[in-house]
């Protein structure tokens, strides 16, 4: 039987906690009397900065039973980062890990497939919503949409499916390789190129606290993505500067045509053609300017994206 860690980001989570771990608990208890998972199979919470009483009680979950770790981190550093920061910090003591939300709207009744794919071979296998019916229309709207962005902008996303996967200790090892400072994790995964599969579920309501992706942060954390994995939008600039140049040359033609027609203001062709001239030349300069800086950026992101505080394992609960 192969070891399975849970990997759970929180951010001010003090309301959903208690209720989170007893289910999560029940979950990988279940799991181990099938023996689908061996005894060595642990929770981990990792504190991403948060300001309520959330790494106090993780600490008290893990006095109470060595089965729930703890990872704190310095600082708030958002969510990919935190996950990231759990992935990476138990990957050399488990087989699998599974990292999900701390509100457990992802239906934690998937873990059973995505473990029983994991034994079929995969080392890949995405949580995916088989519908959006519980979302408001402006949700869906933009959620669906972010998505088709992604794609469009040639991020190799998969369709409705956030953070909720299983990946084997090959794929954690395969992700640890990726260099990014800003990563943006659901892009990066799939380029590990693994065997992968999907197991399709019901999201749920959250049952406490808030949510904490509001509008604002969801627009950021879109921008974020596109921003780490695609230059798409300076190729855009520097065809748009292309296009508003070529206007510019034919407003150039027009208003000579004009000019011998004696249809003209004295000064208006000099004037229109020299501002639509460089405003082209100078959004055409500026993107191709940005087409280096975008690859130079998207190889020397170097700063950490994150720094353990502490890390609540075995050892700990065997000193308590």
Known sequence: MDTLYLVIPCYNEEEVL????????????????????????????????????TWEIIEQLHRDNPMYQGVCLSRNKGHQNALLAGLMTVKDHCDMTISLDADLQDDIDAIDEMVEKYYEGNDVVYGV??????????????????????????????????DYRLMSRRALDGLGSFKEVNMFLRGVVPMIGYRSDKV????????AGTSKYPLKKMLSFAWEGITSLSTKPISMITRLGTVIFLVSIVMLIYSVVRHFMGATTTGWTSLIVSVWAIGGLQLLAIGIIGQYIGKVYLETKERPKYIVEQYLSDEDAADI
């Open 129 to 162: 919503r088989n519908a959006r019916d519980t979302d408001t229309f402006f949700k869906k709207f933009t959620a669906e949409g972010f998505y088709k962005v992604m794609k469009y902008m040639g991020a190799d996303v998969v369709f409705n499916h956030a």
């Open 200 to 207: 399709y579920y019901a999201r749920k309501e959250r049952f």
């Open 18 to 53: 208690p209720e989170t771990s007893r289910q999560l608990l029940a979950k990988m208890t279940a799991l181990i009397e099938k023996q689908k998972i061996s005894e060595k199979s642990r929770i981990v919470f990792v504190n991403d900065g948060s300001k309520d009483r």
